[in-house]
C-alpha cells in the first residue's frame, strides 16, 4: 500500500509549483515612502482666544464659542446694534462700513428698532487678475483648493484682503454669502449695491414680500417679470415687511443656473416677535449664533445656522478663464451646459473637511438642546446624518405645522433650495443621544464625503461635546492623526493616508517600476459565433486541476522509479 500512496504524496507536493513559479514572477513591488508634506497648524494662535469668551459689548450680551476660529466679537456687537448704533471703537475694530447696518426707531414701543436699512456688496472670491497669474482675494475652502466664487457681503470699508501684502480675503467677504437675520413685523430696505462686473439680483425665496416696493418697482427680483437686473455700479432697494416667522432663502434670479452655484445664495430667517428682541442681524460664514433671538433662547442653549453647498469645478474654474465680462458672461451663459456638469467640491458653512473642524462643529452639552437651521444649497438632493443623535424636524421650509408633523430620525432628506428646522438634544436615552463623545456629521449621498474624488473630505463635520475639546476648540480624537489631512499634497492625491501605520508601510503606494505594466482588463465574452473555434481553443489550452493532479502524480511517479532503480542507474553511470 505504501508504494501507492508515496508517488500520489510526490504529485501533491509538487502540483502548487507551477502557481508558486508564477507568483516569484509577478512579485508586487514594495511600498514607496512618500514624505507627508508640511502640515498647516490644525488651530493657529492668529485668533485672539478672548474672541471665544462670552462677553458683552455695548450692551450686547455675546454668548461663548469654543471654535478655533470664532467670529469677531466687535462684528456681532455692530450686527445686533447697528453701525449706527455702536461705539466708534467698537466700529474701528471691524470693516464694516459705518452705514453697512442702519437701525432705526422703536415706532410699537416694544424695546427694539422696528426699522433696518441692510446694505449687501458682491464680492469675488479667488477671480482673475491682469496683474497676476495666482487668485485674487483668496479664499480656500481646504488646504489648497480655491474655486472661484462670487457673493454676497455686507457693506464693507478698507481692502477686500486682509493687507497689502496677503491676498487671503477679509473675514467679511467669504463662502457662504451671509444668513441674514430680521424680526416679525419690522420694516426692512434690504439695499443691494451691485459693485461687481455683471447683473444681479435678489429674490427673497420663501420670504414675505410685496409684489411691487412702495416707489412702484419690482420687488421680486425676477427680470422677465418685475424689474430690470442690477446692472454693473447700480444698486437697487427691496422692500419687505414680513408677517410670518421661519427659515427662508435669499439667491441671484439673473442666469440662475451658474449665479446660485456660483454662491450666490444665503440663509434669510425671520424671527419671531418678542419685546426686546435685538437680532444678530448677519451670521458671516453662518454657524453658530452668538447672540440668538428672545423666542430661540427660550427653547434652546444654542443656534446654529447650517449651509450646505457644491461646486462644480469646470464652472468655477470658467469664472476667471478671462478678464473680459462679455468673455466671462457668453461662456457662464452660453457655454456652460449644466445638464452636463458633476459637482466636484461639497462644503458646509464654504469650507470643507478639514477646515470645517475650525469652525462648524456642533458643540453640544448633556441635557440641553440645541436649534439647528438647515439649508440645501446643492444642485442635487442632500441626506443630513448625524451619528449618535436622532434630531427632530420641528419646521419644513420655514413653517410649523404642529406637533403632529415633527418626526424624530438620524436621516433627513432634503430637495435644493429646501430648509429644515432640527431640534437636537443631549438627553442621554438611546433615542435622542447615545451620550457625550466625539460624533461625526454629514450628508450622507456618499460623493459629498470627497474633495474633488479624494476623500475624507467633503462636508464632514463633528458634533463635539464640551468636555471633549481642546483649549483652541479643537476636538480631542481618538482615532488615526488629522496631520495628513492638513497637507496640500493629500489633496493632490500625493499622499496615502494609512502609510505610517504600521512599521513595513504595507498600505503605502506600491514603487513605481521601471517598466510600465500593462493594465489587468478582464476580456468581454465574445458575441461573434466565428470565433467559438478559437474560444474553445484557448479553453482547451488552459490546465485543469484534473490535469494538474495528473501531471503532477506523472511526475511523482517518475521520482518514486528513480529512486526505486537509484542503484542500477547509479551503476550505468559507474561504467
Known amino acids: 500500500m505504501h508504494k501507492k500512496v508515496f508517488p500520489i504524496l510526490c504529485g501533491a507536493m509538487l502540483l502548487p509549483m507551477s502557481p508558486l513559479a508564477t507568483a516569484v514572477a509577478n512579485q508586487l513591488p514594495a511600498s514607496s515612502n512618500v514624505t507627508m508634506g508640511t502640515a498647516e497648524e490644525v ?3 492668529f485668533t485672539d482666544p478672548k474672541w471665544r469668551d462670552a462677553q458683552v459689548i455695548d450692551g450686547v450680551e455675546i454668548q461663548e464659542s469654543r471654535m478655533c476660529n470664532p467670529d469677531n466679537p466687535a462684528d456681532i456687537a455692530a450686527f445686533v446694534k447697528g453701525t449706527n448704533n455702536i461705539s466708534m471703537d467698537t466700529l474701528m475694530k471691524t470693516q464694516l462700513a459705518a452705514d453697512a447696518i442702519t437701525v432705526g426707531n422703536d415706532m410699537d414701543g416694544d424695546g427694539d428698532p422696528d426699522h433696518y436699512i441692510i446694505k449687501l456688496e458682491i464680492a469675488e472670491l479667488n477671480g482673475h487678475s491682469p496683474d497676476s497669474q495666482l487668485p485674487t482675494t483668496t479664499f480656500d475652502i ?191 451663459n452660453t457655454e456652460y451646459d449644466i445638464t452636463d456638469s458633476s459637482p466636484d467640491y461639497f462644503m458646509l458653512n464654504g469650507r470643507s473637511f478639514p477646515y470645517t473642524l475650525r469652525e462648524s462643529l456642533i458643540v453640544m452639552e448633556e441635557n440641553k ?134 512599521k513595513w508601510k504595507s498600505l503605502g503606494f506600491p514603487e513605481i517600476r521601471a517598466t510600465k505594466e500593462k493594465a489587468f482588463v478582464i476580456p468581454p465574452p465574445s458575441a461573434n459565433p466565428s470565433n467559438g473555434s478559437t474560444s474553445q481553443s484557448s479553453s482547451a489550452n488552459k490546465t485543469s486541476f484534473i490535469g494538474q493532479l495528473f501531471y503532477g502524480f506523472v511526475l511523482g511517479l517518475l521520482g518514486y522509479t528513480l529512486y526505486i532503480k537509484r542503484k542500477e542507474i547509479l551503476a550505468l553511470f559507474g561504467k
Not at 487671503?168 to 426692512?188: H, K, M, T, W, Y
Not at 470627497?450 to 480624537?477: A, C, H, M, Q, R
Open 43 to 45: 488651530c493657529s494662535d
Open 142 to 332: 481646504a488646504p489648497g483648493i480655491q474655486p472661484t466664487f462670487w457673493v454676497y457681503a455686507p457693506k464693507t470699508r478698507d481692502m477686500s484682503t486682509l493687507s497689502l501684502y496677503e491676498p487671503v480675503a477679509n473675514s467679511l467677504l467669504r463662502v457662504p454669502s451671509p444668513v441674514i437675520r430680521v424680526e416679525q413685523g419690522d420694516i426692512i430696505w434690504l439695499v443691494l449695491e451691485n459693485s461687481h462686473y455683471l447683473p444681479h439680483s435678489i429674490h427673497l425665496h420663501g420670504v414675505d414680500h410685496p409684489y411691487m416696493d412702495h416707489s412702484g418697482e419690482g420687488n421680486d427680483g425676477v427680470g422677465q417679470t418685475g424689474q430690470m437686473d442690477v446692472m454693473p455700479g447700480s444698486s437697487k432697494t427691496y422692500v419687505i415687511k414680513p408677517r410670518q416667522p421661519g427659515t427662508q432663502y435669499y439667491h441671484c434670479h439673473v442666469q440662475p443656473h451658474t449665479h446660485i452655484p456660483m454662491g450666490l445664495q444665503g440663509i434669510f430667517v425671520v424671527e419671531e416677535n418678542r419685546p426686546n428682541n435685538w437680532v444678530q442681524v448677519f451670521n458671516v460664514g453662518a454657524g453658530q449664533v452668538r447672540h440668538p433671538s428672545v423666542a430661540v433662547k427660550e427653547k434652546y442653549a444654542y443656534e446654529y445656522d447650517m449651509h450646505y453647498q457644491s461646486a462644480d469645478k469646470e464652472l468655477h474654474e470658467m469664472a476667471r478663464s478671462a478678464n473680459d465680462p462679455r468673455l466671462i458672461g457668453k461662456r457662464l
Open 369 to 502: 438642546k440645541a436649534k439647528l437651521r438647515i439649508f440645501n444649497g446643492h444642485e442635487e438632493a442632500f441626506a443630513m446624518h448625524i451619528h449618535g443623535h436622532k434630531p427632530m424636524v420641528t419646521h419644513y421650509d420655514g413653517v410649523d405645522n404642529g406637533p403632529a408633523s415633527y418626526i424624530k430620525r438620524d436621516v433627513h432628506a432634503m430637495v435644493p433650495a429646501q430648509r429644515l428646522d432640527l431640534e437636537i438634544s443631549g438627553v442621554d436615552d438611546g433615542l435622542n443621544s447615545f451620550g457625550q463623545g466625539v460624533w461625526m456629521f454629514h450628508d450622507h449621498v456618499e460623493k459629498s464625503f470627497t474633495t474633488d474624488g479624494i476623500g475624507e473630505g467633503g462636508d464632514i463635520s463633528l458634533l463635539v461635546y464640551k468636555n471633549f475639546l481642546d483649549e483652541k476648540g479643537i476636538p480631542e480624537v481618538h482615532g488615526m492623526s488629522l496631520l495628513p489631512y492638513f497637507t496640500k499634497e493629500f489633496w493632490q492625491g500625493k499622499y496615502a493616508a494609512w502609510q505610517d501605520y504600521d
